[in-house]
């Protein structure tokens, strides 16, 4: 495998997930992210990139494994798991913007429930946020008055506002009209130039190649293929992500 | 109702115009419920003098019917009226004695007077004087027992000497009865043909059970041995009454005999006058006259007196009869030449209500007003505390009821259907009279009232579990994602209930939040049941003391109205003012 260089932040060792039911939607999945590292896991729906995305921040309970952050295994009994997790920002899919808060207040909820900053800092921090995202012209709307794309951007300014060592990002695009997804995207890129760390489950394989460091390629709750996006994704080395990839970029 | 939908804004004018005409016409309705073109009435409620040009002291009186009356005085002055004593016609029978008293059935009439003077008016023929052979004594009392017909009445008259004469022939002959007296008889009355009583000086009360054919001596009180009696009334079956000088007031007990008169109780009047005579209306109602123009009465038998004065203009105010006809009608004649007349049951506008005239619009409302009022603050706070209470219990049983907590789901579960599953009405009648009894003590000790209390709690429990049950209805219309993303950023559970869920759930659930607070307030008329002022009970009382059941209860009614459709407009004003914008739920 090729060399990566830089510390381990995220680091998951044979993580499994049964839901109830049996259905077994991740097997034996371990992978690691370094610091300023952006890890893109890329597999067709139905594969477990969001559950294992999920089992990070514990939204989703891992049956088996560990995940460690940093040094510390956070999966484990006598961890706060809301101090880990204000440590670990989301974007989902859908949004999941605060609907009766404004933009701005939706930004500074956390920082003055979680971080218990004042209400003049968290408002500071949430229009430094806001700008970094392009987003200062709709501080004062209403979630349900914005765009898909901007609604995305002030859930990525969210999460940002945080300070999280890691960010998680959940399809992002998946929801937005095409024409609304280049701008999700520049954001995203400007965060992973300013070297924050991202975990990105995306079906952008433009923006993987770009952008990521790290490829992960899962199918069936398994990881297939993993490797610097000019190799994994040009080269692939396994029939399955040939044909992934072929579906796709059709 | 207030349910939201977006179609509602448009015809929301249309709407307030609606319920703006529902209105108008409930007070129209209002309105004409009371009778219309009621003449303003001057009625001089209580005693009514009866002016006259009699000057000379009227004794005693009679009544035919209501309106007509036969009234004696000194110098064998009888008058007659036929017209509540507007004008009295002097009748000459013959004599000048002192006439004390006088007994009239239809047309037939007995007047006794001084100096055993008895005179007679049979059907259609003059005044005879029928005055028993031997008599010495000053003719008291006199009372006609039974009228079999016009040769055949049965009359008793007593004296000052102790005397008791008997005709069984409309006084052909008399036949002195021995009751062993010489003190002063005074008072007559007969409840039947047979049971009868005579009242006199120095405690003597003698009880006949033959139609006055014999009289026994009863027991009285020691205390009231030496005292004068002065007045009978034995108008019921169950109870007597007599009084005598200086406040005396006695009043027949149930002993071992049950037959009336045999037992006797000095009932306490508060009074030093001399009382002379005594009438009553029912077993309860009761009024006395004496000296000082003194008239007392009792609603209570005995047990509270109201005293009116009455003053004549002459200073002369000794009151000798009291002859009431009715509740309503009734008769008082005195010293003076004194009639008074009342068609109000003797009670003036001051201290009663039940005389006043609810037909009057303004008199109604001067009545029923103050106590919807006070009925419906009662109900106000009652309604505001268990909504308070219902919505605090509401959030915590819907956050219990969707916890992942198996214990907090039974226990929210087991809340919501219990309160859902028996009526209120148990369960204010459970929360009341049930808690006491297993030593709930709800008044905080003795720091609230209970039913106060209890009306609360009882509401306020059974809202909560319909609050509950909405409340939860909205957090699970919540897409799961926000309780995720409140999650991702940090948030606790309950942190994320209440900055993220919550907010959202209460804005979507208002309208029907509005619909269980309107609920609310109409189940807390069930709270009259504590004994709890609150309109219902105000309604009732209303009606008790006016008889004025549909206006009444139109206006109960229409304070309802009023607070659930402020209610309504207020909940309705909420939901605008929270809308969210761009937030589907919430309305556009």
Partial sequence: MTERKGNTLLSIKNLEKTYQGGVLAVKDVSFEVKEKEVVVIIGASGSGKSTVLRCVNQLIEPSNGQIYLGERQINQDGVDINEVRSDIGMVFQSFELFMHLTVIENIMLGLKKVRLFSNEKAYEIARETLEKVDMMDKVDVFPGQLSGGQKQRVAIARALAMSPKLMLFDEPTSALDPELIGSVLQSMKKLANEGMTMLVVTHEIGFAKEVGDWIIYMDDGEIIEEGKPDLILVNPKTDRLKKFLGKILR | MVFHSKYSEGIFDNKSRFYGRMILLCFVLLLGSFSLGVVAQTENYGWEKRENNVNLNLNSGALVDNQTLLIVGDDGKVMFSGNSGYNLTEVNIGTDENLNDVDCLDTVCFVGGENGVIFRHLDSSNWEDISPDGANGDINSIEIIEAINQNAIIVVAVTNLGEIYLTSDSGETWEEINSGLETSLNDIDFFNQTM??????????????????SWGLRDVPLEVEERDINGVVFDSAVRAYVVGDEGLFLRSAIGDNPIIGFVWEIWDTESLIDFNSIDSSSVNRVWLVGGNGSILMTKDG????????????????????????????????????????SNSGGEGESNSISVKNYDDPIVYLEM?????????????????????????????????????????KIFGTAYTDFFRNTPLLVQILLIHFGLVEVGVDLTFGGNIERAVMSSILSLGVNSGAYQAEIIRSGILAIPSGQMEAGRSIGLSYIDTMRYVILPQAIR??????????VNLTLNSSLASLTGLFELVRGGRIIVAATFRVFQTWVFVALFYFVVTFSLTNLLRYAENKTKIPGLGLGGE
């Fill in chain 2, 196 to 213: 009868g009583l005579i009242v006199g000086d120095g405690g003597v009360i003698l009880g006949s059970l033959d139609g006055g054919a």
């Fill in chain 2, 302 to 341: 005995g047990n509270s007196f109201t005293t009116q004065v009455y003053n004549t203009s002459q200073g002369i105010n000794k009151l000798n009869k009291v002859m009431i006809f009715n509740t309503d009608i009734g008769y008082i004649i005195g010293d003076g030449s004194t009639l008074l007349y």
């Fill in chain 2, 368 to 408: 029923a007003f103050p106590i919807l009022l006070e009925g419906f603050f009662g109900m106000l706070k009652i309604i505001f505390f268990s909504m308070i209470l219902g919505f605090v219990l509401g959030i915590s049983f819907a956050i219990c009821k969707t916890s992942s907590v198996t214990f907090l």
């Fill in chain 2, 508 to 517: 979507i659930v208002i309208p029907p939040l509005g619909n269980e607070f």
